[in-house]
């Protein structure tokens, strides 16, 4: 069965340290995987996607994510968090590219704070 | 270039009443998804759309229905409201090919 697995359900950390968000996932052949950021209130925001080639994406806002196929992983990470940075972060799941059935797996969500 | 349009933004319906909430999708994309979003957790699919018909449908109940129009806007209807219905509804557009772009959501309070 397909899920998504964030284990980390709050996270705080200081502006200006680093940033590590966890996401395990469970699906039959190679996913497409995606990262999100979601402000209070508002829509999904794709910081991120991951399909094949390079398994180090680069993202929008200073992000990247290590996509693991032997741990089933695709950690999101940043050098140094800004306070803006504040959110929820969602990883999810979805067929492969040109599958004609593309619903995504959504994990429950990490929140970020972010100390001054 | 306008993303994806959803309406109305917020809204509150009383229990047993039925609810219709509309997406437009992004230009040049043709399936619409829509996913529920309830407090604290992540989004969980509803069911797909693409050439006016429901390709792919999740956990949902039948009180669930929705529809695709031509232009490829959409509409997700609820009926016989429940409390637990309350949620933020969030659609998202695609591309047959992939790749999927989400709209603000319309935030549904049932009360």
């Known amino acids: 069965a397909q899920s998504v697995t964030q284990p980390d359900i709050h996270i705080t950390v200081s502006e200006g340290a680093s940033l590590e968000l966890r996401c395990n996932y469970s699906?039959?052949?190679?996913?497409?995987l995606f990262w999100y950021v979601q402000s209070p209130g508002q829509g999904l925001q794709l910081l991120l996607k991951?399909?094949?080639?390079?398994?180090l994406v680069q993202g929008i806002k200073g992000f990247e994510a290590e996509f693991k196929r032997s741990q089933s992983s695709f950690n999101l990470r940043k050098p140094s968090v800004h306070w803006s940075d504040a959110a929820e972060y969602f990883c999810?799941?979805?067929?492969?590219?040109?599958?004609?059935?593309?619903?995504?797996?959504f994990g429950r969500g990490t929140q970020l704070t972010v100390w001054p | 270039d306008a993303g994806v349009t959803q309406s109305p933004t917020h809204l509150i319906k009383t229990r047993g009443q039925q609810v219709t909430l509309r997406c437009s999708p992004k230009s040049g994309h043709d399936t619409v998804s829509w996913y529920q979003q309830a407090l604290g957790q992540g989004p969980q699919f509803i069911f797909q759309y693409y050439e006016e018909e429901e390709r792919q449908r999740g956990n949902f109940p039948d009180r669930f229905s929705g529809h695709q129009f031509p232009n490829y806007s959409s509409e997700l209807n609820v009926n016989a409201l429940l409390l637990g219905d309350s949620a933020l509804y969030l659609c998202a557009s695609s591309p047959d090919t992939g790749g999927y772009t989400f709209g603000s959501g319309t935030r549904l309070t049932v009360v």
């Open positions: 999810a799941v979805g067929p492969p590219r040109g599958s004609t059935l593309g619903r995504l797996y």
């Open positions: 699906y039959g052949a190679t996913p497409y």
């Open positions: 991951y399909f094949s080639g390079d398994t």
